[in-house]
T-cell receptor, first 116, second 112 residues
Framework: GAVVSQHPSRVICKSGTSVKIECRSLDFQATTMFWYRQFPKQSLMLMATSNEGSKATYEQGVEKDKFLINHASLTLSTLTVTSAHPEDSSFYIC????????????FGPGTRLTVT | QKEVEQNSGPLSVPEGAIASLNCTYSDRGSQSFFWYRQYSGKSPELIMFIYSNGDKEDGRFTAQLNKASQYVSLLIRDSQPSDSATYLCALRGITGFQKLVFGTGTRLLVSP
C-alpha cells in the first residue's frame, strides 16, 4: 500500500517552454501533497505544500508564478514549471500524505528535468 | 543550529555488522520522527516512523527515540551491501505542522 506515482520520469525541454509533472496517489486519498526539488548530492528542498481544493503554500524563495501547483483531486497533484531555464534542471519529487495533518509521507519515484 | 542534524558520513561498516545512524534535533516540541532511505538517483523510501520514547523494531531495523536528549537513531542489524544508501532523518515539527523537516542525510557504505 501507499504507492505514489509520478509522470514523466524523465523530461528534456528547451529553455522557455513549460513542463507539467503529475503526481498520483494510487491506493489512498492524499489530502496533502508536497513538492520537493533535489540537486545532485544535496538534500531535499521543500518547494510547496498543497491541500486538495485549496491554494498551495510555497516555501520562502520559491516563485509561485513559476512553479504552478494544482491539487484538484484527492489523488492528483500537478507541478508546472513555466518558462523553464537551465537552472531549473533538477530532480523533482512529490510526496503524498494520507492524513490531513501530515504524519508520514510517501514519495513518488521522481522526475528528472533537463532544460537545454 | 540546524533543526535536524546528521553526520554526512560516509559511515562504513562490514557486511553483517550493526550500523548505527544518529540524528539530533533542536525543536523540543517535535512530535513525530521518520527514517527514510534514499539510493543514489532515486527518491526517498520510508523505513520507519516513531512517535514515543523508546525503541521500535521492524525486521532488521530498530528506531530509538529519546525526546529528553533530543535524538533519534536507527540501527540496522546484519547490514547488507544492499543497505548502502543515504539515510535521511525527518521530523514533523510543531510549526508548519504539515511539513517534514529533513536532515541532510548520512551515507552508509556496507562492504562485502
Amino acid at each position: 500500500g501507499a504507492v505514489v506515482s509520478q509522470h514523466p520520469s524523465r523530461v528534456i525541454c528547451k529553455s522557455g517552454t513549460s513542463v507539467k509533472i503529475e503526481c498520483r496517489s494510487l491506493d489512498f486519498q492524499a489530502t496533502t501533497m508536497f513538492w520537493y526539488r533535489q540537486f545532485p548530492k544535496q538534500s531535499l528542498m521543500l518547494m510547496a505544500t498543497s491541500n486538495e481544493g485549496s491554494k498551495a503554500t510555497y516555501e520562502q524563495g520559491v516563485e509561485k508564478d513559476k512553479f504552478l501547483i494544482n491539487h484538484a483531486s484527492l489523488t492528483l497533484s500537478t507541478l508546472t514549471v513555466t518558462s523553464a531555464h537551465p537552472e531549473d534542471s533538477s530532480f523533482y519529487i512529490c510526496s503524498a500524505s494520507p492524513a490531513r495533518y501530515g504524519y508520514e509521507q510517501y514519495f513518488g519515484p521522481g522526475t528528472r528535468l533537463t532544460v537545454t | 543550529q540546524k533543526e535536524v542534524e546528521q553526520n554526512s558520513g560516509p559511515l562504513s561498516v562490514p557486511e553483517g555488522a550493526i550500523a548505527s545512524l544518529n540524528c539530533t534535533y533542536s525543536d523540543r516540541g517535535s512530535q513525530s520522527f521518520f527514517w527514510y532511505r534514499q539510493y543514489s538517483g532515486k527518491s526517498p523510501e520510508l523505513i520507519m516512523f516513531i512517535y514515543s520514547n523508546g525503541d521500535k523494531e521492524d525486521g532488521r531495523f530498530t528506531a530509538q527515540l529519546n525526546k529528553a536528549s533530543q535524538y533519534v537513531s536507527l540501527l540496522i542489524r546484519d547490514s547488507q551491501p544492499s543497505d548502502s544508501a543515504t539515510y535521511l532523518c525527518a521530523l514533523r515539527g510543531i510549526t508548519g505542522f504539515q511539513k517534514l523537516v529533513f536532515g541532510t542525510g548520512t551515507r552508509l557504505l556496507v562492504s562485502p
